[in-house]
């Protein structure tokens, strides 16, 4: 038989039981709610917090106004990024179906080429002699590797129909940036309770240090990346570089991912001195190269003092969050564990 100790305490056990599973279906239930928004809230805040020293300067210049210095960086960020942007989707949803329709119906014939291929120092015989074999039967030449081809076509055609959505999702954290821009003082305020509540001892010194780690990877990493893609991407343009969105997109992911941009650029070299002319060739052989090594003037210039952060936590984050969340995964990948990384650091050092 039970003692009446017993009988209160299976009371107030399942009464804290029910209570857990209620908050608990509540919490789920909220995140089911908001789970379409997650993603452009924190791409948004992570733009709130990089351009926060831009928005001061601008309100403090208008007089304190900062609904208007807000609008202001709003419509200058959509005219800046919104607008190249949809000339690249444009182009990269045209480029993958092209290229996925073709791959799989094996029309992809390249031109024979030039005679002079064949006199390029070491590689050229080998070149000339596999791009010849590709121009008469491409399928022949890449039988090999004909099932891969197909799956990277596809998989190319996916992320090409994900670009729009992601164009929509950008644009909207954008706007999302703004608005909490304009009530900055407020988020941070919420931001250090919300700290102080978790680590009471360190909340404001955590609530800094991820607020510097977000404004010094996305200036001085993804602010880089974009900077390199955009001049890349201009330069391929003027070249008449076919599906030049793709080739701007794998430079921007080279980019995140702190890998050199060349890998990408140098074989489109070649081919535009092998199908272009001499002075085209040259002219965008230098840009290109120019283009390849900027990220060692760009970053000194936009880190400032410098990240913390190894390369490798860089390149899971951004290969990780482009698998999951497509175009715009590939920056906040990068910055969330960014983040994440630094603030595990704090929390063993402090236990040290």
Known sequence: MTSADDRVFFKRAIEASIRIALIALLVLWCFQISRPFIQPIVWGIILAIAAQ??????????????????????????LVLVVPSVLLTTNLVESVTELSEKIDSGQLNPPPPPASVADWPIVGEPIHAFWTAASRNLDTALDPLHPQLQVVGHKALEVGASAGFGLVVFALSIVLAGVLLASSERGAEAAHRLAERVVPERGA????????????????????????????????????????????????????VQLPTLLVLAPIIV???????????????????????????????????????????????????????????????????????????AWLEDGA
């Not at 020293?53 to 709003?74: D, E, F, K, T």
């Not at 090594?293 to 000194?300: E, G, I, R, T």
């Open 53 to 78: 020293p831009l928005y001061q300067a601008l309100s403090s210049a208008m007089g304190g106004r900062r609904v208007l210095a807000a609008s202001i960086l709003v419509v200058g960020f959509l």
């Open 205 to 256: 010194e955590l609530v800094t240090l991820g607020r510097d780690t977000v404004q010094s990877v996305t200036r001085g990493i993804l602010g880089t990346a974009v900077i390199q893609a955009s001049l890349a991407g201009l330069g391929l343009l003027a070249a008449g570089v076919p599906a030049f969105g793709l080739w701007t997109l794998l430079v921007l992911l080279l980019a995140v």
């Open 271 to 345: 081919w535009v001195f092998a199908t272009s002319s001499t002075g085209v060739a040259v002219l965008f052989g230098i840009w290109s190269t120019a283009v390849g090594v900027s990220d060692n003037v760009l970053k000194p210039l936009l880190l400032g003092r410098g990240s913390d952060v190894p390369m490798p936590v860089i390149f899971v984050g951004a290969i990780g969050g482009f698998i999951l969340n497509g175009i715009i995964g590939l920056f906040v990948g990068a910055v969330v564990l960014a983040v994440g990384y630094n603030l595990f650091n």
